[in-house]
């Protein structure tokens, strides 16, 4: 099921930044004397919260602006259900040992659970458990996927999408339907479930460039927005105010003492003396946000260059449970590729009937489109032929269309085929010591994740503390 990595590639990227991070984060805890200087943080999701807090205890003068009218950002935890609160962004700590998430939930003894990827059940294309030659049938070639992508990444002299390379491989053509259809939910559930992307806007060499932490994944029981909440304590946060422009305005001989940058919003003007800007890369792809000057070539490229990506989810509320509770983890081979393959049990963990399901890239996307009738019915064929046609139609449901939202474009970042780490690393750098960028697709070693966030809000708050010694 879903693993943060599955293929656990090691990652090339030096973690030096990160032990200081960690470091600077158990150093800025305590309020220093007042600095002169304001910032402005644009998006109150948990790059911006993190630099806020650290900066403001650091003595900053801190203003956040938040387009949406509730904080977190794609931290965001739904409250329609009494005593049954699900999240609709980010739901896991991925791997909760050194996890800096980790350290921030037990500081406010939040409710977890853990969820384990052994804890599964895969059912064939008509409905059947997988088992003996099945499951060993699912074995073999799972290994020999990780075998070919070692191969490609490591052989090939030059990036194409994943797609046509485990095509290429695998010979496509010459295999098996079975072994196509086996073949296919392993990519889907264990790839672009992963990565919110089609294996065909995959890359080959970075698709799965990333550092882990060891341990389970765990769920948030009373929701991430927990997070979140505890850190926006405190914080001078506007809602409602969706940045249009951001001016820089021309070096000057004063120009270290002057409140050199100007936010413009829908409601007011903002000056400051710098900007961080965390908006979602979905939202820079869209040049919704004008910059004044122009962003430079390379950071253009970088923004363009990677990937923003789409899984969405559906939670389905029953009257009753009708699956079996030992499992986490329920898989279903289907026809189309991806097409409701992926569904948590959150039973055990909310104490209420709900089934979680996930469609991810192509698929994730083109069901946008439909209706929510449509989308549920499509839901409940699936469900039906594992469980069988008696079972209940749901009470109620929750679903998400984050391609659709205006303030994401998508639900995280990838590497789509022929971008790098150097994209990620150039969309991290900061203009003229006053524009600075933070978020989860600035994070190299941990893209697409809340602590990757998390870091990046520590570091940009380092390069401006550095600034300003």
């Known amino acids: ?9 090691v990652s090339s990227v030096i973690l030096a930044h990160v032990v200081a991070s960690k470091n600077f984060a158990s150093n800025s805890l305590k309020t220093t004397k007042k600095n002169k200087e304001k910032i402005i943080i644009i998006g109150a999701g948990i790059a911006g919260l993190t630099a806020g807090k650290t900066l403001q205890n650091q003595g900053f003068e801190v203003i956040l602006l938040e387009a949406r009218n509730r904080i977190g950002g794609r931290l965001w935890t739904s409250k329609k259900w009494d005593n049954a609160f699900v999240d ?3 739901s896991w700590i991925h791997g909760e040992e050194g996890n800096p998430i980790t350290k921030l939930a037990n500081t406010i003894n939040a409710q977890v659970f853990s969820t384990k990827s052994e804890k599964s059940i895969i059912y064939d294309l008509n409905g059947k458990e997988i088992i003996e030659d099945k499951e060993e049938k699912l074995d073999k070639l799972t290994n020999k996927l990780k075998e070919i992508i070692n191969k490609i990444q490591n052989n090939y002299y030059y990036d194409i999408s994943l797609q046509k390379a485990l095509e290429k491989e695998l010979k496509w053509q010459t295999l098996s339907d079975v072994n196509k259809q086996y073949l296919e939910y392993l990519l ?16 080959a060499f970075y698709f799965d460039e990333s550092n882990e932490f060891d341990g389970d994944d765990l769920l948030f029981v009373k929701g991430y927005n927990v997070i979140s909440d505890y850190l926006a304590q405190g914080l001078n946060i506007k809602l409602n105010h969706t940045v249009e422009a951001i001016g820089v305005a021309a070096p000057s001989v004063n120009a270290s ?3 050199g940058v100007n936010v413009i919003t829908n409601k007011s003007n903002f000056q400051a003396d710098r900007v961080i800007v965390t908006l979602p890369l979905g939202v820079l792809q869209k040049n919704i946000v004008k910059f004044s000057p122009a962003l430079p070539e390379k950071k253009l ?28 983890w329920i898989g279903k081979i289907s026809e189309k590729k991806g097409q409701w393959s992926e569904w948590v049990n959150l039973e055990s963990a909310l104490k209420k009937p709900i089934l979680l399901g996930f469609n991810a890239g192509k698929f994730g996307k083109e069901i946008e489109s439909w209706s929510d009738e449509e989308i549920i019915a499509d839901a409940m064929k699936t469900l039906r032929q594992i469980y069988g046609n008696s079972i209940p139609q749901p009470i109620d449901y929750q679903l998400t269309r984050w391609s659709q939202d205006p303030f994401t474009f998508g639900s995280y970042s990838y590497y789509a085929t022929n971008s790098t780490p150097n994209h990620r690393q150039e969309l991290a750098k900061p203009i003229n010591k006053r ?3 933070a978020g989860e697709a600035t994070s190299i070693d941990y893209p697409a994740t809340v602590h990757g966030a998390y870091f990046s809000g520590l570091r940009v708050s380092q390069e401006i503390i550095a600034l300003t010694n």
Not at 189 to 201: G, K, V
């Open 1 to 9: 099921m879903i693993n943060r990595r599955f293929f656990l590639i």
């Open 88 to 90: 609709m962004g980010a």
């Open 188 to 203: 889907n559930s264990n790839i672009e479930q992963e990565y919110a992307a089609d294996i065909s806007q995959l890359s």
């Open 257 to 259: 003492n002057s409140q």
């Open 301 to 328: 490229e970088a923004i363009n260059q990677l990937g923003m990506g789409v899984l969405n989810k559906l939670y389905v509320l029953f009257p009753k449970r009708f699956w079996q509770n030992n499992y986490d």
């Open 435 to 437: 524009v600075f960028f």
